[in-house]
């Protein structure tokens, strides 16, 4: 596991930017596994604002998959991942909305949603990269503590903890749904290159527990350390709980600008 720590989020931004938009040069029919929450936001503002400058990939030929989803919410509202995920990045870079795939939350379909979801992502040849956030209480996608570290895609009940962190999004921690469709982590370890990013204090102990702790689903994050080729982008106060962080700025500074992430 690589662990870059950069001085801030909008650094961390350019960078994630860059290995995207190289993997759509290189790929054109690639796939790319998207995350919503806060997180992720940096990225899609850096890669909107080469679209806008001209500076894009073209993107037509390219097939999203989002993480997980809320189950319970009335169809087409703000606050689910499908519609965040046409917000802040697939309207503004003029993606047609039939290349971008998520759960399906229709309460008539629920029973099969996850093997659904799992079939298309398989009929798509596999995610390609897939970005990352994490929990504070170390949960990827919303696998919470104690998930299976080979599940895949199905029902998950959020913790009280994940609640309140995302009562931001609903107004109150009881606005938040009790229910959601996530990625298995199984599921999330067949993509070809796994890209974390965590800012802020509140991460600090979530990402140590990932990053140096024992791979436990425990720690539902620490299934990274398992996986071929993951990049963990830090800035420093989410790095704060890590013991080799010298040694992880030395490997980075070494690293070759071809080598990229
Ligand atoms: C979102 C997701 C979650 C978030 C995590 C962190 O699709 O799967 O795992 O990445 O809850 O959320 P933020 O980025 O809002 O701190």
Known sequence: MEVVILADEAAIGVLVADAVAALVRRRPAAVLG??????????YRELVRRARDGLAPDWSGVTFFT?????????????SYRSTIARELTDPLGIDPAQVHGP?????RLP???????REIHEAGGVDLQLLGIGADGHLAFNEPGSSLVSRTRIKTLTARTRA???RF?????????HVLTQGLGTIGEAGHLVLVAVGEGKSAAVAAAVEGPVSAGCPASVMQLHGHATVLLDPAAAAGLERVAYYREVWEGKPDWQGI
């Open 112 to 118: 099969d949603a996850g093997e659904r979801y799992e």
């Open 104 to 108: 399906d939350p229709d309460p008539d």
């Open 170 to 178: 609903f107004g109150s921690a009881d606005g938040v749904p009790r």
């Open 67 to 79: 993480l997980d989803e809320y189950v319970g919410l009335p169809a087409g509202s703000a606050a």
């Open 34 to 43: 998207v995350a919503t929450g806060s997180t992720p936001l940096p990225v």
């Open 165 to 167: 962190d995302n009562a």
